[in-house]
């Protein structure tokens, strides 16, 4: 099937070729009835679909991550509901001064049954389901409003960093959320950096570029986080309005100790 997919097909003068992904699943080792059979191969083109021209046998590996994630995706809706979601905020300390100027906003989940998890427990999970709208959208509007009250108690100069996933770059609405938020609390943009990942710009190019710009137009500062993680950082420093450098620990690791 990959052999007679692969081969380029002519139409209207263009040559096309198809990707193709296949699901495998075996009987009766997987499943002994055609209606099983069938959701263990489609759980195996889940995964087979990750990667081009992918052929991906089912395993019960593979139905283990899935129930997981299905608890997981429940657990957030009910999270979201019930308000066990929650900020904590790191500070960001001037080492000139000793003064604490900024701080990002972490999200947490507080758990029933496992405590507090950190966002990289349920983030993905999150954003293959689309929670990551509602989230996100939440972290924003509960840490400018947290920002205007430590404008008020702290500093005027105080900034907070929001980290924001992909899925939100994508939407067309996102700059003018997070202004209209801003304006709601009597916080001037500049008080609020967006944190952005190197692969998520490279997920999002297109829709990221728009939305970086709009948001830097209004003032915002754009942060670049795990700075050094992918093949070519550079060039996103020139086309992105970058403000913020944040080095991965992986490119410095070893640093005083090292010859290069």
């Known amino acids: 099937i990959h052999s007679a997919l692969d081969q380029i097909v002519v139409v209207a003068g263009f040559n096309i070729q198809v ?4 699901g495998v699943s ?8 055609p209606d099983n059979l069938l959701d263990c191969a489609d759980l195996a ?3 087979a ?10 395993s019960e590996e593979m139905n283990n991550q899935y129930l997981t994630q299905i608890k997981i995706e429940s657990g957030l809706v009910r999270a979201i509901e019930k308000n066990e979601l929650e900020i904590f905020y790191q500070p960001i300390v001037n080492i000139q001064c000793g003064m604490i100027n900024k701080l990002e906003a972490l999200l947490r989940w507080n758990h029933p049954e496992k405590e507090v998890l950190a966002a990289f427990n349920f983030i993905e999970v999150a954003e293959r389901s689309g929670l990551i ?3 996100g959208d939440w972290v924003c509007r509960q840490a400018i409003q947290q920002l205007a009250i430590w404008r008020r108690e702290i500093s ?3 900034q907070i960093s929001i980290n924001v996933s992909g899925i939100q770059l994508q939407m067309d609405d996102l700059a003018d959320r997070i202004l209209n938020y801003l304006q709601e609390n009597g916080v001037p943009p500049g008080n609020l950096v967006v944190e952005i990942t190197e692969s998520t710009i490279v ?3 297109e829709s990221a570029t728009r939305t970086l710009e709009r948001l830097h137009s209004m003032g915002v500062q754009i942060a670049l986080d795990d700075f050094g993680m992918g093949y070519s950082p550079l060039q996103y420093l020139q086309k992105f309005p970058v403000d913020i450098i944040k080095i991965d620990r992986s490119f410095i690791r070893g640093i005083e100790t090292s010859n290069c």
């Open 19 to 22: 990707e193709s992904a296949i």
């Open 26 to 33: 075996i009987y009766p080792i997987d499943a002994d009835d």
């Open 45 to 47: 083109l889940n995964y």
């Open 49 to 58: 679909e990750q990667g081009t021209g992918i052929c991906q046998f089912y």
């Open 133 to 135: 709208i509602r989230i």
């Open 156 to 158: 005027p100069d105080i």
């Open 203 to 205: 997920q999002t190019m």
